[in-house]
């Protein structure tokens, strides 16, 4: 059973920085990509981040390319992303998730239709 557990967020000025943390169980956490969305009340939910299984391979939509990084340590089964340079616009519900499909490639997934789990998500809010 994948459990994928969300960690970090919470209250944040404009300008400021936060790191979440997933933390996976279940398979083994190096076989499979893990990315980042973020959903907003109504909204569809939207891609963040995405890294590769050896964490050699890393990818960003425009939007946040330059203010965050995802990065993972696989001997703690712990996936995290690095958020600088806040926006209001940043506010969302941050969630966590892992590839369905075994990767044998270096490949940071990034469709939505790619991750099977999900964790509960963690809300991050612009206190300006």
């Known amino acids: 059973q994948v459990q994928l557990v969300e960690s970090g967020g919470g209250l944040v000025q404009a300008g400021g920085s936060l790191r979440l943390s997933c933390i996976a169980s279940?398979?083994?956490?190096?076989?499979?990509?893990m990315g980042w969305f973020r959903q907003a009340p109504g909204k569809e939910r939207r891609f963040v981040a995405s890294v590769s299984g050896s964490g050699g391979s890393t990818y960003y939509p425009d939007s946040v390319k330059g203010r965050f990084t995802i990065s993972r340590d696989n001997a703690k089964n712990t996936v995290y992303l690095q958020m600088n340079s806040l926006k209001p616009e940043d506010t969302d519900v941050y969630y966590c998730a892992q590839e369905g499909t075994e990767n044998y490639g270096d490949y940071a997934a990034m469709w939505e239709y790619e991750y099977n789990y999900w964790g509960q998500g963690t809300q991050v809010t612009d206190s300006s």
């Open positions: 279940g398979r083994t956490f190096s076989k499979y990509a």
